[in-house]
């Protein structure tokens, strides 16, 4: 049912509903007066003319209650039982009160033309019943003026009615016009937001892309971030394999610095026996055998020296080896942070950093393997020394008329080989200082290897956050999507 066929069905059944209380009013008026009727309409003909007429008016109610001919149809219907009334009790004045009461029901339509016409009707009926009131009433004298005033209020209420209906179209005309004019600016604000949604779901659709966009960025960032994290920690396990291998240099380090102390304490000693010798040459036959003992402690020590700077060269060659590998891993970092764009920034950094100490560490391996072959050629200059002291010392029994002139030469190599000693124990020693130093500085970056690996994993674990965080951002664009492309095709 539309909203005009509504409003009919309504107005009908209103004007249904009273027409029938009016018509019943009638019939009772009808039958209560029948005693006091005169004319030339009796009580049965008038009752059967409404009974008649309201059934007319049901039929037409049933069949027309949504058509705009219901409303002429019940109003005649109507307007006919008016006028039977009105015919058939000529002895009543106040009969015409009926009449009002159709001028205030045919105002429920609102319609000029119908109001005019019951107007008009309810007027005729009003001046018709004149000339029939004094043509058979029995009390004209008492009553003429009433009927002569019910016509005027008949006409007056009839004139009221119609300017009410015309006033009432005017306003309502009024009305129609300010809401269709209300309505064609609501459509132009509805085309200016149609136009505002449109433009709205094109900044959505690029939002919706940009958002894909970056959706892959950040997914490509955090597959960057895991390689990264990745490659720093098999560096840091490559620093913490480096860290126990110089730890072991240490040690060993500290070993030959042991045997390099002792051995120039042997030489000092050696010095002063020979110094003392060269004033007891006459004890030298008593004192060669303690010297003998002393020259073989040398050269074994000599000898073990010779091992401990072979196992330290072998391990340098080991660091060199390790600091290669670190720095090709530095190489593969830096590469993995430059793949990375803005994100690897830090990661850069922290590689080249590597890159540096794995090459200031290559410089002190060198070094360190510049020096160990200095002292092993050195300790190889001292133990063929003291080689040639022990032969010296085997054979003075059978020289030793020769002692004399070699003592000096013996005490001149053995002043050496005690400057040679002292030398090696100072390089010794720095090699320790300068090892402790690598494995403070490893340490130093194996620590912030590790802050570096934690750091990658929290950016990790970060760009996946960010990953949840624009599918649900991306989940939202595109349920707003639908709804602009929803709205714009309807």
Known sequence: MSLQEKQIYESNLLAFKFACIIQAFELIATVAYQSQRVGFMNTVSMSVLQILIYIASVVSFVMYSKRTRGKYLLMGCLAGSYLVVMLGSVHITYMWAFGPALLILVLLYADPVLTLATSVFVVAVNILYIPLFYAYSVEVADRHIAVLTDAIFAVLLSLMAIFYARLSKKQNKEVIDEIEENAAQQEKDAEVIKNIGIQIGEKLEEANDAMESLSEKVISSAESSQEISKAITHTAEAIQTQTEMNSNITKSLEDIAHQSRAM?????EVTENITAGNNLVKDLTKKSHEASEINAETADMTSNLQQSAGTVKEIVDTILSISGQTNLLALNASIEAARAGDAGKGFAVVADEIRALSEHTKESAEQIASTIDDLIDKVNTASANMQKSVDSANEQGEIIAETGEKFEEILSKVSDLTSRAGKISDNVESCVDANTQVMDAISNLS???EEVAASAQ?????????????????????DILKISRSSRKE
Do not use: V
Request: charged share 40%.
């Open 264 to 268: 120039r304490r042997n030489a000092d």
């Open 447 to 449: 620590a912030t290897s």
């Open 458 to 478: 929290s950016s990790i674990e970060i760009s996946r956050d960010c990953e949840n965080d624009m599918e649900i951002t991306k989940d939202i664009l595109t």
